[in-house]
Each structure stands twice: as structure tokens, then as C-alpha cells.
């Protein structure tokens, strides 16, 4: 009888260790802080405009994740990576990224467009996307591989002096404030609050602008490695409660 209890032994050892661990079903979902769409809570998953209902369509769909807080261009290094389980939340789904990421529907849309400014520049009067088309010379500050949708086909052909940022927002802000750049292009939420919260003296110097032809803000998604398998995409859609 030892013997074959020895084969039992070692036979429920190979079909345990043939099964997946659970740690290989857990997405790993990465996030940087970009109030109002992404603000870390205490458990470590992101709320805003964004992360809510991103959060919500994980939970709803049932599938185990780990919420990582680091910065864009590391998400997007993630995301690029083609065996590991990852996600990002709140990107737009651009035909370039499709080459090496995979998009659930989407979990929220933009109101608007809006320029982020100087009062020295918004005393120019600019009023139109073609009128800020005839000056070349405005200096447009872009955050490092960001993507602005619809408009970036109308910063190259428009082709301002560009000045790229890795910076937090806060910093990006002080640029435009202090006069180092002239603009940026925000949402009309993201602006908004930056006023409200983030601007604090240098709300003094700061205008909102709205263009008459500015398109309409893109929808944002979450958007996975080509890794993670087409179930899990198909049941964040189904969880996703976004019209």
C-alpha cells in the first residue's frame, strides 16, 4: 500500500503544480496621480473621473488586480511589454498604440479642448484655431509621449515652437505662468480644476481659454498589453457602464 500511496502523493503534486497560480490571473494596473480624472486612495487604486469607473468595471467584471502608482512613460513601457499581464487607465486609443496594446471601450470623454495660458498671452486675443495657426512663433509646452488626439495632426501642421515635459503637472503649470512657454493644451475639466486647486498665486497669471472651432475632447480608455487575453477585454466591456 505504500507504494501507491506514494503515487497519490506525487501525482496531486504534478496537477497542482500544472495549474496557473492565482498570481498569473492578477492584471497589473498602473496609474500616475492627474487629478481629476486619476487621485490615489488609501488601498492604493486611483478615483477621478477616470479611475472610478475604471475600478468599478474591474470589480464588476471580477478580475483580480494589483493598482501600480508610477509615472506615464513607465505605464507605457509596461503596457509595451508583450508577456507581462498590464494595463493603464485613461489613454486614448490612438492607431499607433494599437500596434502593441489591446482597448476596452471607453470610460469617460473629454468636454473640451481648451488653451492653459499666460495673461500676456491671452492678451493677444486669439480667438480661433486658425488665427492660432498663423503664429508659428507661440511657444506650446506638450507633456513626453502624450498624445492630444484630434489635435495632434493640427500641431504638425501648425508646427509652433514645441517645448516637451516629463514634468508634473504643477511644474508645467509654473512654466506657462511664469512665462517660459506661452501655452498648453488642456480639457476643460483638467483646466478648470488646475485653477481651483493646483494654481494657488499663480492663478494671478493664468487664463482659460476657449477656441470657437476647438474639437471636442476624445474618449478615454483602458488600455492593455497585447498579453492579456481578449476574455479579460471582453468582460471589462461587459462590466463597463460608460454611454
Known sequence: MAPMRCFAVLATSLMLTSLPSLADD???????ERPPYLLPQPDGS???????PAVAA??????????????????????????????????????????????TKPIYRDKSW??????GFAARGITSMGELAAHSDIRVLVKDNFS????????????????????????MIQSVAKGAVDMMF?????????????????????????LKDMPRGPERHIMCSKAVPDEIINRLNKAITFK
Open 46 to 52: 486611483p478615483a477621478g473621473l477616470t479611475g472610478a
Open 186 to 210: 488642456v480639457s476643460e475639466e483638467e483646466g478648470n480644476y488646475i485653477l481651483k486647486h493646483e494654481a494657488g498665486e499663480l492663478s494671478a497669471n493664468l487664463r482659460l481659454l476657449s
Open 58 to 103: 474591474f470589480k464588476a467584471a471580477g478580475i483580480p488586480v494589483e493598482w501600480l502608482k508610477v509615472p506615464s512613460n513607465r505605464q507605457l513601457a509596461l503596457v509595451k511589454d508583450p508577456h507581462g499581464l498590464n494595463c493603464t487607465v485613461g489613454w486614448f486609443a490612438m492607431p499607433e498604440r494599437s500596434m502593441y496594446a489591446k482597448f
Open 148 to 171: 492630444y488626439a484630434g489635435l495632434d495632426k493640427f500641431i504638425q501642421k501648425w508646427q509652433p515652437v514645441v517645448a516637451v515635459s516629463t514634468a508634473p503637472t504643477v511644474k
Open 114 to 119: 481648451m488653451l492653459l495660458t499666460n495673461a
Open 26 to 32: 492578477v492584471i497589473h494596473v498602473s496609474y500616475s
